[in-house]
């Protein structure tokens, strides 16, 4: 292999990433700026170093982030391996070590002769080969370059999100479906009515909720047009019921009459299985967004696949900007990480790898990996490459990226388990049809 392929950025999907192209026989330049040039969020100069939770989240096989691992393991990732060797107890979840976890990849990294760690602050992007992980504090220079190649208008500011709630977790006895002035059943939104007695505990609640402490780099380049709810709603009580909650055009089918006020959701994907709640831009903390949204009726018991979050975060209109395999058409440049717009630990770590694998398959001129949509990492990059994917916001892997199923249970947990086996069965089908990229993977 005579080509050098540059990675940008040594974090998780940065080193899973050059560590894959490494085994695979290719020579690998990883650039990162640490510890020459800290960014805001980091302490160390260590290869993968975890700037938030310790935890890798959920290791239950009928969990969308379960799955992910399992594809993870079944496809050889080496920082997974490193989180599985310094793991500490954690109930089902996997929760490393944040130290020896960084550690074990960093030295990994090291005592590859094939990888070229260099310490420095990459501003532009190379001629040759390229994968850039530099993640959401992308440096000003680097988010240039990259805007020059992509177009301007497709790099975005995650300023702030509202949360994402599981369909099949909603009261539909009291949630209906209308849009305003629209007729009930009919409506591009679902509703969920409230009476006064209701909006007022709620709004009680939603101004004594604790909110997350800001750091000078999460307060940088915030839009005025998207105030977190709990801020608009300091500004006087009825502000929200005369903005985002107004109830107005709509009739609760329980009552014949209009509500109080009305909390809309707008379908997020296609398969209408995940719900946005419209307007709900937050900056509280998840578990007090848990306990104060819970106070919607209808939510009462809803499940969140993505929690409100607001923070200064780079990242690239994947659906629009990249192709199937995140690479930027016409280039050899590929991004991987969280600069794609694929949220959590997991999911750069994959993130990572399908990015080596794909770069490996343009050198060595076999067909790029399409993994099946029906299992997590598919799905999640369906999601994030889809064209028809509207108003691009940061993602977890979650069970509402997946189709729904045919003929599905009636049982939640059925359902889970159902779309668990068709996922592992569908992608252990695809590394078994590929044995050009993956040989005797998966048994």
């Not at 709620?202 to 999460?218: G, H, K, W």
């Not at 750069?348 to 990015?355: K, M, V, Y």
């Not at 076999?366 to 691009?392: I, M, N, S």
Request: with cysteine; proline share 6%; net charge negative.
């Amino acid at each position: 292999m005579t080509d050098t392929v540059t990675v940008i950025g040594a974090g998780l999907a940065g080193s899973e990433c050059a560590l894959q192209l490494a085994s695979r026989g290719v020579r690998v330049r990883l650039v990162e700026q640490r510890p020459v040039r800290q960014s805001p969020a980091h302490h160390t100069g260590l290869c993968a170093e975890l700037v938030c939770s310790n935890s890798l989240k959920s290791m239950k096989p009928d969990s969308a982030a379960g799955l992910l691992k399992r594809e993870l393991h079944e496809m050889g990732s080496f920082v997974l391996d490193a989180a599985e060797e310094t793991k500490v107890p954690a109930g089902g979840a996997l929760a490393v070590d944040r130290t020896l976890f960084s550690e074990a990849v960093t030295q990994r990294i090291a005592q590859d002769p094939l990888i070229e760690l260099v310490r420095e602050e990459a501003t532009s992007l190379p001629a040759g080969p390229c994968v850039v992980a530099a993640g959401p504090l992308c440096t000003d220079a680097l988010f240039s370059a990259l805007a020059a190649r992509v177009g301007g208008e497709r790099m975005s500011f995650f300023d702030a999100a509202a949360p994402i709630v599981a369909s099949e977790s909603l009261d539909r006895s009291v949630v209906f479906e209308q849009s305003r002035y629209g007729e009930e059943g009919t409506g591009d939104y679902l509703n969920c009515p409230m009476s006064r007695e209701e909006y007022e505990a709620f709004i009680d609640e939603l101004l004594r909720a604790e909110r997350v402490l800001s750091r000078d780099f999460e307060q940088r380049d915030l839009f005025c047009a998207c105030q977190p709810v709990e801020e608009v709603a300091r500004t006087g009580r009825d502000s929200i019921r005369f903005g985002a909650l107004k109830p107005v055009g709509l009739t609760d089918p329980r009552t014949g009459r209009r509500p109080w006020a009305a909390v809309q959701l707008r379908a997020e994907n296609a398969d209408r299985t995940a719900y946005n709640l419209v307007g709900f831009q937050t900056n509280l903390k998840w578990g007090e967004q848990a306990r104060v949204f819970h106070m919607i009726p209808g939510l009462e018991s809803a499940e969140f696949l993505r929690y409100g979050v607001m923070h200064r975060n780079s990242f690239v209109d994947s659906p629009r900007a990249l192709d199937g395999s995140f690479a930027i058409p016409g280039s050899r440049i590929r991004l991987a990480g969280q600069i794609t717009g694929t949220e959590g630990y997991v999911e750069a770590i994959a993130s990572g790898l399908l990015a080596a694998l794909n770069t490996w398959c343009d050198l060595t001129g076999v067909p790029r990996v399409r993994l099946p949509r029906t299992g997590a990492l598919g799905a999640l990059v369906a999601y994030a490459t889809d064209p028809q994917t509207k108003d691009y916001q940061p993602m977890h892997v979650n069970m509402g990226l997946m189709p729904p199923l045919e003929d599905a249970p009636r049982r939640k947990d059925d359902r889970r388990h159902a779309m668990a086996e068709r996922a592992r069965r569908d992608f252990d089908a695809y590394l078994a049809s590929r044995p050009d990229v993956f040989g005797g993977a998966c048994g």
